[in-house]
């Protein structure tokens, strides 16, 4: 009877052993396409704003199923240890079968990891490579897609929306009712307003501005720097705000700062020593005197 009760047992361990193993191995293959795509998805402001998604997923779709599938794999992973728990005990044994934690496999992966996370956080290639191509996908995917007018517009107000853009607010309602688009108010977000029309933000921001007035008039820069704003170089800055780059080139040389039209907005900052908003702050007062 002893036997017969053993049996099923080590029968039910078995099965419990191969399923956890075949769970591991599924959920670190979704694992890894999930990361696969939050490492390519566009930033949040353009993935929101184009109403980006893959294979009929959103951004915060993806993440969330990477969060949950982390959980899942991190939960089998305790269950695989507890049934393999003499495995992992006879992997930190040395030759004469003594317990040590510090065995020659355990130090080799302690050590490879804590480069991995050393490199990461110092920049170092070619960890730093690997950030950097994340990087350049997601500035092209920002270019392909186009930049919100600031970080995550689409949860504003449309009143706000307006201002924030300097609309005529009457105007932009005006043009989304002349297009069909419906509008309950102007306290509804942009991201609710573009739902319920099955249109992206981007594309509900274009009909607002469809207005011949707000075509003709002259694009002016804006108080704050938009996103993305650090990518481009001086001369794509005169020609997106239509300023006189050679009056921009000589009041800020004038200002002691070390100009080069073909440098990035960001690389500038750097050279001067600047922050970011100081050398907007600079670039804003040169072209509003």
Same mark, same amino acid.
């Given at each position: 009877?002893?036997?017969?009760y053993i049996?099923p047992?080590?029968?039910l361990?078995?099965m ?7 769970t591991l ?17 566009p930033h949040?402001?353009v993935?929101?704003?184009s109403n ?5 997923l959103?951004?915060?779709?993806? $993440?969330n199923v990477?969060?949950t599938l982390g959980?899942?794999?991190v ?7 507890f049934?393999?728990?003499?495995s992992?005990?006879?992997?930190l ?9 510090f ?12 480069m991995?996370i050393?490199?990461t956080? /110092?920049?170092i290639p ?10 350049t ?12 007018p ?5 949860l504003?107000?449309l ?7 300097g609309?005529? /607010?009457?105007k932009?309602?005006?043009?989304l009712?002349k ?6 108010g102007?306290g ?10 099955? @249109?992206t ?7 607002m501005?469809?207005?011949?007035e707000?075509g003709?008039a002259?694009?002016? @820069?804006p ?6 704003? $650090?990518?481009?170089?001086?001369v ?16 800020l040389?004038q ?12 690389d500038m900052?750097e ?7 100081e050398?907007?702050?600079?670039l804003?007062?040169a072209?509003?005197?």
């Open positions: 009877m002893m036997t017969q049996l047992q080590r029968g361990a078995m419990i052993r191969k399923t956890t193993s075949m191995l599924i959920s670190f293959v979704f694992l890894m396409l999930s990361s696969v795509v939050l490492y390519i998805v949040g402001r993935a929101y704003w980006w998604h893959l294979w009929g959103s951004k915060t779709q993806w $993440g990477h969060i959980f899942f794999f939960f089998a992973g305790i269950v695989h240890i049934y393999n728990w003499k992992v005990v006879r992997y044994k040395n030759r004469s079968k003594q317990l040590r934690i065995t020659v496999p355990f130090n080799l992966a302690l050590v490879m990891t804590i991995v050393g490199g956080l /110092l920049n070619p960890l730093s490579m690997v950030i950097e191509l994340g990087e996908i997601k500035d092209r995917a920002a270019q392909k897609y186009g930049e919100p600031y970080g995550h517009a689409e504003s107000p009143s706000l929306f307006a201002r924030r853009t609309m005529d /607010l009457n932009a309602m005006a043009n009712k297009q069909g688009v419906r509008c309950s102007s509804q977000t942009i991201a609710d307003i573009a739902k319920a029309n099955a @249109l933000p981007k594309a509900l921001f274009a009909i501005q469809s207005s011949p707000r003709e002259q694009i002016s @820069l108080a704050v720097p938009p996103p993305g704003f $650090g990518r481009i170089t001086m794509e800055i005169c020609r997106k705000y239509q300023l006189d780059l050679q009056k921009i080139y000589t009041t040389q200002q002691g700062l070390v100009v080069e039209t073909g440098k990035t907005f960001k900052a050279q001067n020593q600047l922050s970011g908003h050398l907007y702050n600079a804003y007062e072209a509003t005197e």
